[in-house]
């Protein structure tokens, strides 16, 4: 995909879990390498992390890495990160901490774009990530700095869904 970025949130605090969720094992692999490797569908991927360790990983893929200085300003401030490093017209906003997330719901997401309404996640009526983002909101987005996410980019715009399987949407 060479007109999309793909940027990768990979910059929370994991305060639910022991330890950096995202550096943890699961499966053979450690979390973040699910989000990396979906990667590999697109030539743009920017990965937003305050930690070392994922900025690493992320260099290994050949990813471009966006280093958070202030991850206490939350999800948003990541997603404002992003956006503001990314090139390309449209990008997707993903969250590391999906592993059941299918290469298929991303291709989906990308197929629906009809080149002006955001296209989002749902499950169960509920909004959700990923959210691809077209260049038109990316004023938007580089404004956020709190921890609500990329929903309160929609405002009362329309936008176009695509829904999560239970699997899917499954929060590690």
Same mark, same amino acid.
């Given at each position: $995909?060479?007109?999309?970025?793909?940027?990768?949130?990979?910059? &929370?605090?994991?305060?639910?879990?022991?330890?950096?969720?995202?550096?943890?094992?699961? #499966?053979? @692999?450690?979390?973040?390498?699910?989000?990396?490797?979906? &990667? @590999?569908?697109?030539?743009?991927?920017?990965?937003?992390?305050?930690?070392?360790?994922?900025?690493?990983?992320?260099?290994?893929? %050949?990813? =471009?890495?966006?280093?958070?200085?202030?991850?206490?300003?939350?999800?948003?401030?990541? +997603?404002?990160?992003?956006?503001? #490093? !990314? @090139?390309?017209?449209? !990008?997707?906003? $993903?969250?590391?901490?999906? /592993?059941?997330?299918?290469?298929?719901?991303?291709? @989906? $997401?990308?197929?629906?774009? =009809?080149?002006?309404?955001?296209?989002? !996640?749902?499950?169960? &009526? +509920?909004?959700?990530? /990923?959210?691809?983002? /077209? #260049?038109?909101?990316?004023?938007?987005?580089?404004?956020? !700095?709190?921890?609500? &996410?990329?929903?309160? +980019?929609? %405002?009362?715009?329309?936008?176009?869904?695509?829904?999560?399987?239970?699997?899917?949407? $499954?929060?590690?």
């Amino acid at each position: $995909m060479n007109n999309i970025t793909l940027i990768i949130l990979a910059s &929370g605090f994991s305060r639910r879990f022991v330890s950096n969720k995202l550096l943890y094992e699961f #499966h053979g @692999k450690k979390l973040v390498e699910y989000a990396l490797e979906k &990667g @590999k569908l697109f030539s743009n991927v920017i990965v937003v992390t305050q930690y070392e360790e994922i900025k690493e990983l992320a260099y290994l893929y %050949g990813y =471009d890495v966006v280093m958070n200085e202030h991850p206490e300003y939350g999800q948003g401030y990541s +997603i404002a990160l992003g956006v503001s #490093h !990314c @090139k390309t017209e449209t !990008c997707i906003l $993903m969250v590391a901490d999906m /592993p059941y997330l299918k290469l298929e719901t991303l291709q @989906k $997401m990308i197929s629906l774009y =009809d080149g002006k309404h955001i296209v989002i !996640c749902e499950h169960e &009526g +509920i909004l959700c990530n /990923p959210m691809l983002l /077209p #260049h038109s909101y990316f004023e938007r987005a580089k404004t956020l !700095c709190n921890d609500k &996410g990329a929903k309160q +980019i929609l %405002g009362t715009d329309s936008f176009l869904m695509i829904s999560l399987s239970d699997e899917e949407f $499954m929060d590690i």
